[in-house]
């Protein structure tokens, strides 16, 4: 009696496994019949542009953006005015831990350390 109820015990974990295995298996199909048919989406809508118009669309996915045209401008789209001050303008580039660097080229503010009325400044050099 006991090695019956064993038996019919490993009889369902092994139908059960044989179940789980179809079923993953389907779904692995599934997933890669999905990716298959995107790859092929992707692929055939590169087709469908030129150059042209694929930088047209792009341009005006960019003016979409709810944060502003200039939210992922690169360092490299920039271009410099030779005629600009850069006696006012300081470049700090913090690179994240992701890879990707922040540039802030905001114009610096003349900082006063000491105000008037803060008392007398004695300028010094250091000697070395």
């Known amino acids: 009696m006991l090695k019956g109820l064993v038996g019919i015990i490993v009889f ?12 993953l298996f389907i ?24 150059r042209s ?14 944060f502003g045209k200039d939210y992922f401008k690169s360092s490299s789209t920039k271009k410099e005015n030779p005629k600009a001050k850069k006696e006012t303008t300081t470049r700090r580039e913090t690179p994240t831990n992701s890879g990707v660097t922040i540039i802030d080229d905001r114009e610096t503010e003349e900082k006063k350390i000491f105000d008037n009325s803060d008392g007398e ?8």
């Open 121 to 128: 400044y004695v300028e010094y050099e250091e000697v070395k």
């Open 27 to 50: 779904m692995y199909k599934g997933i890669r019949n999905i990716r298959d048919v995107q790859e092929q989406f992707i692929n055939n809508s590169e087709k469908k542009y030129s």
């Open 53 to 66: 118009e694929y930088i047209r669309n792009q341009r005006e996915q960019r003016d979409k953006n709810p």
């Open 12 to 23: 369902i974990v092994i139908f059960i496994a044989f179940v789980a295995a179809i079923v």
